[in-house]
């Protein structure tokens, strides 16, 4: 017999009040960072130099382009994941908390769109 | 009611560090790191989009002996974050969860890792891969 409510059972949440996406996330964005974080660093081994010109035209191929934004994208993400449980995990005060907790996920939102932005700017440059 | 004065549990104090503990703070900490890393790497990606005087600047400061430093310890922290990650992501999958092997695999990714970042800045140094 379940001692949860009708509303509790039907929303299939425990006692944190959420279900199991944060953990879910975490796992799907890690398995993604895997072999885009490894074709960033392979990329950058196998350029013949890390200067200006180098750089740009290849991350402005439509092909890296697009890795570089979800690299960034599933980094950011993951990044955002594991720092809110590092903070609930170490910080007590309630107040201090939420604080903590917000200006994570908003930096975490402004270092995502910097980022995408970036290498859209990079990608269209490219070819004027 | 009360708040008991029995001993919390684990209790810090006469808590054996193993291996497993020790890779688990270390790859939180390690995990941090890399936020902090992501920080740097759409810097990197920000100033490629500024131009090339902002690129040749912010490769300055990575080529400096503090940026390199960073760079090494950031490229360490890459490495193990990624191996002990895939430990945890066979461990989700209830795979290697056995006391002794969960040690053993340990030890195995600390090894990976290190080997990984010495072959990452054999060829970047020695430009072998270009």
């Known amino acids: ?128 | 009611m009360s708040q008991p004065s029995r001993p919390l549990s684990p209790h810090l104090q006469v808590y054996r560090w193993q291996v497993s503990n020790t890779l688990s703070i270390l790859h939180r900490m390690t995990g941090v790191a890399l936020s902090v890393g992501a920080v740097a790497l759409v810097s990197w990606l920000l100033a490629l989009a500024a131009g090339q005087s902002s690129f040749q600047q912010i490769n300055g400061l990575f080529g400096s002996l503090v940026g390199q430093m960073l760079l090494l310890g950031w490229s360490f922290a890459f490495f193990y974050h990624l191996c002990n990650g895939i430990r945890h992501l066979a461990w989700d999958v209830d795979r290697g969860f056995d006391k002794h092997f969960a040690r053993k695999s340990g030890l195995v990714v600390v090894g990976v890792a290190v080997l990984l970042t010495l072959a990452f800045w054999g060829v970047a140094l020695t430009g072998g891969a270009a």
């Open chain 1, 1 to 128: 017999m379940s001692l949860k409510s009708p509303l509790g059972s039907a929303l299939g949440l425990g006692s944190a009040n959420s279900g199991t996406e944060h953990w879910w996330a975490q796992r799907l964005s890690a398995v993604a960072l895997v072999p885009l974080a490894l074709w960033f660093a392979v990329s950058l081994l196998g350029l013949p130099g890390l200067d200006y010109y180098t750089v740009s035209a290849w991350a402005a191929a439509p092909l890296h382009a697009i890795l570089l934004a979800l690299l960034v994208v599933a980094l950011v993400y993951h990044s955002a994941l594991g720092t809110q449980v590092v903070a609930e995990d170490y910080i007590h005060t309630p107040g201090s908390r939420i604080v903590v907790l917000a200006l994570l996920r908003l930096a975490h939102i402004a270092l995502a769109a910097a980022g995408i932005f970036s290498v859209f700017l990079i990608a269209t440059r490219a070819g004027a």
